[in-house]
């Protein structure tokens, strides 16, 4: 009786082990599959329909002149762009030239704002329990905290990259990423974006491309975390005997 219970925990704990890793396996595979289908709802309507909205876009700015017609649809593309494979880039342009920089640089900033608040909203539409039982609880809760303590990095530098942009704007909403943080970083980002838009029309320099893009959103969450140090270490340094 003494030899079965100390052989007892080796036969068992092996056993435990595998099983624990075969369900952090199963949950990973199950979370690729759900952000590959988010990918492939985003990415088959620009297939279907992306090249008529490059086409059609500039063509309709070329043909109004209306300046708040002309806000207002370009807000509204922005907008539906989380839905619908709409040209954000040249949506932006197009503002910037037809309002004028600054003025077209606010609108993208509004459109681009509201158009990360609908995926948001998207997403926390997203029934979140059934997905966390068919994921597993362990692993989403783990995901999702992971996903809300790093949403400075992720939601800031997705701004302004097709495509992620959409991705992140529903996955903010569906990890509930808090509200107010979400929103003030797709803001802060969408105003970096905009702003640098407008600077390349008011210069003439056209459409700015993808680098610097990222290279604006990739410095704002390094300056805001240097800020969050340098505000937080005078109190960590208080609290020391």
Same mark, same amino acid.
């Given at each position: ?9 080796? #036969? ?17 595979? $199950? ?12 990415? *088959? +309507?620009? !297939? /279907? ?18 300046? /708040? =017609? ?43 704002? /509201? ?13 979140? !329990?059934?997905?966390?039982?068919? =994921? ?19 939601? *800031? *530098? ?18 509930? *990423? +808090? #509200?107010?943080?979400?929103? !003030? ?35 704002? +969450? ?16 208080? $609290?020391? +005997?």
């Amino acid at each position: 009786m003494a030899l079965a219970l100390t052989m007892t925990p080796p #036969f068992d704990t092996p056993n435990g082990s595998n099983a624990t890793r075969d369900a952090a396996r199963v949950s990973t595979i $199950k979370i690729a599959f759900a952000l590959l289908l988010l990918s492939a709802a985003i990415l *088959v +309507p620009f !297939a /279907l329909w992306g090249q008529r909205m490059d086409e059609g876009v500039p063509a309709w700015f070329a043909a109004h002149s209306d300046p /708040l =017609i002309i806000a207002i649809t370009g807000i509204v593309l922005l907008v539906a762009d989380v839905l619908l494979p709409i040209p954000s880039s040249i949506v932006s342009i197009g503002l910037c030239v037809a309002l004028g920089p600054w003025l077209g640089g606010f609108a993208t900033f509004v459109g681009s704002t /509201l158009s990360f608040l609908a995926g948001y909203l998207l997403g926390r539409l997203t029934p979140e !329990a059934r997905l966390r039982a068919w =994921i597993g609880g362990a692993a989403w809760d783990r995901l999702r905290h992971r996903a809300q303590a790093q949403a400075l990095w992720w939601i *800031v *530098v997705a701004r302004p990259l097709p495509m992620l942009a959409e991705m992140t704007a529903i996955l903010a909403g569906l990890w509930r *990423v +808090p #509200f107010a943080l979400a929103l !003030a970083l797709a803001a802060l980002s969408s105003a970096a974006v905009a702003a640098l838009y407008a600077v390349c029309v008011a210069w003439g320099l056209g459409e700015p491309g993808v680098l610097p893009l990222l290279a604006v959103c990739l410095l704002l +969450p390094s300056l805001l975390w240097i800020i969050q140090r340098a505000l937080t270490q005078p109190t960590n340094l208080t $609290k020391e +005997p």
